[in-house]
């Protein structure tokens, strides 16, 4: 028996301490957002925040985080749609096929949170995530759009 802190609430799961997190959040907590991509880390479809520092969660194993880790989902991101990394993603349509873009959504919280004012050098070190449809103009932009709107990051 694992407990973790999803989205703010305490989850008991019952798994092996090394599944990855990423099976758990889907499978066992039912939080779908979370996409399994390419299984090794390299996508970033899986991202999560783990204690607000984006997390790959296909290669973290749950016997590795504890309930004390505050680890959030895209839906934990927010309940309303209403964080500015989202309102820019929809305000300038940056998802073709949508599915990477909840792990691009929180690599891209996660590095406002830390350089709320990134310059495009600084997205694209920080912004590693694939997408197969080739959006990378249209996330660069929405996040300078989420960086002139960081009073709620």
């Known amino acids: 028996m694992a407990k973790l802190n999803i989205n703010g ?3 008991d799961v019952e798994v092996e301490a090394d599944t990855p997190l990423l099976w758990v959040i889907r499978e066992q907590v039912g939080l779908t957002g979370t996409k399994y ?3 090794i880390a390299q996508c970033g479809a899986c991202s999560v925040h783990i204690n607000d520092e984006v997390q790959r ?3 973290i194993r749950v016997g590795d985080v504890t309930a004390s880790d505050r ?3 895209i839906e934990g991101l927010s309940a309303t749609r209403s964080h500015p990394v989202q309102k820019a993603w929809a305000a300038i349509d940056v998802p073709q096929c949508g599915y990477c873009q909840s792990g691009q959504i929180m690599a891209a919280a996660a590095l406002l949170k830390r350089t709320p004012k990134p310059t495009d050098k600084d997205i694209d070190e920080a912004m590693t995530n694939i997408c197969r449809c080739g959006t990378y103009q249209r996330i660069r932009a929405a996040v300078h759009m989420a960086a002139n709107d960081t009073s709620r990051i």
Request: aromatic share 0%.
């Open 9 to 11: 609430s305490i989850r």
């Open 37 to 39: 991509g390419c299984g």
């Open 57 to 59: 969660s296909c290669s």
């Open 71 to 73: 680890i959030v989902t």
